[in-house]
């Protein structure tokens, strides 16, 4: 059998360096020593999309300064068994709209008004859920009250454990106490929003301080008639701190 001729002193070395020529060429070359490495990134002009995008807007309600001088009221108990009732100064029929790509799940969410001396003041949610919605009707004896089912039309209702799908909308009643400072001189206000994954947004959101004409529609369910007159009036943040 024929041996494999011996190779001269050098060829193995000689045949490393041509393969990694041969290696350089196929695959292109590599970056000297000391320049710095390239790394792709996005454009300045690429816009990076909001984690939360939703459209929002009051259709019906109205919002009135802080005052016992209400019609509607919501009645509950206190833990020593006493009944309470609180004003609700403002009734806000929410409409909300997920403008995403992806379905937003509301943890928590909250309403601010912006004074004329350019103060932001947050109004007081009322959670509607803790009791019963009275209105008082023409008398202030509180003798002649009658009961709402306005409650199973809340905003908290709608959105609570709800994945609100692209481009869906949902409706419902958001009631506050309104802060002690003139709303008069509101300029602005904004929807504050968080999700369960703790991603925030803002919104603008115009509200109404006049009664709205399309709000008697809405507010047509009544029920029981009650006298409550020994209930204890409070304002709900004071008895809720």
Not at 129 to 147: F, I, N, W
Request: hydrophobic content about 40%; glycine content about 8%.
């Amino acid at each position: 059998m024929n041996s494999l001729p011996d190779m001269a002193p050098g060829f193995g070395v000689g045949l490393t360096i041509l393969l990694s020529s041969v290696s350089l060429m196929l695959f292109g070359h590599t970056a000297p020593a000391g320049a710095p490495l390239q790394i792709a990134t996005p454009s300045n002009d690429e816009a990076i999309p909001p984690k939360i995008d939703f459209a929002v807007a009051v259709e019906a309600g109205w919002l009135h300064p802080k005052s016992m001088d209400e019609n509607f009221w919501l009645i509950y108990g206190d833990k020593d068994g006493s009944i309470i009732a609180s004003p609700i100064n403002g009734l806000l029929y929410i409409r909300f709209t997920n403008l995403g790509v992806a379905p937003i799940m509301i943890d928590s969410y909250s309403i601010e008004v912006l004074d004329g001396k350019e103060k932001l003041l947050r109004l007081v949610t009322i959670n509607a859920h803790g009791g019963e919605v009275y209105s008082r009707g023409p008398t202030d004896d509180m003798k002649q009250t009658r009961r709402s089912n306005i409650g199973q039309d809340t905003f908290d209702y709608a959105i609570a454990n709800n994945n609100i799908e692209p481009y869906a909308t949902v409706r419902g009643w958001v009631f506050v106490e309104a802060p002690e400072d003139d709303l008069q001189t509101v300029k602005d206000a904004r929807f504050n929003v968080t999700d369960i994954l703790g991603n925030k947004a803002v919104r603008p959101i115009k509200l109404l301080t006049e009664e709205s004409q399309s709000i008697q529609p809405k507010l047509l369910h009544v029920g029981e008639t009650k006298d409550l007159s020994q209930a204890r009036r409070q304002f709900y943040s004071e008895a809720n701190p």
